[in-house]
């Protein structure tokens, strides 16, 4: 019957053909709208911005527009990429070091329910202190410069990767840990073959965390302690009330720590794509396709 969603042959009917492809243009609709969304919402911000400072005529020392920070953007901008570039390497060694340690730690503390009562305590109240108050002591103990900005970008993002990766490993199922241990699987290969990618979810999120908060680390140990960096080039700019070079220097940090994003939600969905699947099947399911 022509009414059927499929005829007699097997192929599908005139009526289910087109609404297979309305909804196929919906949903290339909908990905385009997904892929514009994050700049016309930078976009409106920006020409809010820009109307509301000029329309209450705010001075520039206080908010200054957005034209005005490109403007000192483009005016500073050598010293800008130099200690840019500084910041980025400084966050990226302390980014780099929290991961490695952060994973070991986590692996352990997750597979250990001893060590998880045991360390996680002193891991909380350390995470509790604040960074800043540990800035003087890194400058007392390395003194003034890069050090202590690696420093504090590591303790900064290690405690969320430890914590995610920690929680990944420790929430297998004790049902499927008592299946494998009878088929013969060690420890070791629980963790291995079943913890560590049953946490990898866990972990690219603690690290879509951990990136953005490296960079405030970064920022406070240059604020304090550096004589190079973004940080420092915000409080020499602060100093002598250089308001825009100070935003922009906000804005180069916001736009390095959204690139690092964008980095890690790509290498997120290369390697645990299958953990989007029910979130991908349930639009599917709502699109009614």
Known sequence: MATNAKVSDGSMSPEALRR???????????????????????????????????????????LPAPTDIAASMIKWWKPLLDNSW???????????????FGLLLGIAIGSSTLLYHGLYPLLIGFNSVPKVAVVPILVIWFGIGTVPAVITAFLISFFPIVVNVATGIATVEPELRDVLRALGAKPTDIIRKVGLPRA????????????????????IAETVAANKGIGHLMIL???????????????????????????AVAIEN????????GQTDQQTALAGV
């Open 237 to 263: 700019a602060s100093s002598r009330f250089d308001v825009p070079l100070v935003f922009a220097g906000l804005m180069v940090t916001a736009i390095m720590g959204v690139a690092m994003y964008v980095a």
């Open 20 to 62: 297979l492809e309305a909804l196929t243009q919906a949903a290339r609709r909908r990905r385009r709208l997904q892929a514009w969304l994050p700049w016309l919402v930078i976009i409106g911000m920006f020409v809010v911005w820009e109307v509301a400072v000029k329309a209450f005529q705010v001075q520039q020392f206080v």
């Open 270 to 277: 290369r390697t645990t794509g299958w953990a989007m699947r």
């Open 200 to 219: 990898m979810p866990y972990f690219f999120a603690s690290l879509k965390i951990a990136i953005t908060v490296a960079f405030v680390g970064s920022i």
């Open 86 to 100: 500084q910041t980025l390497m400084t966050t990226l060694i302390g980014f780099g070091l929290a991961i490695v």
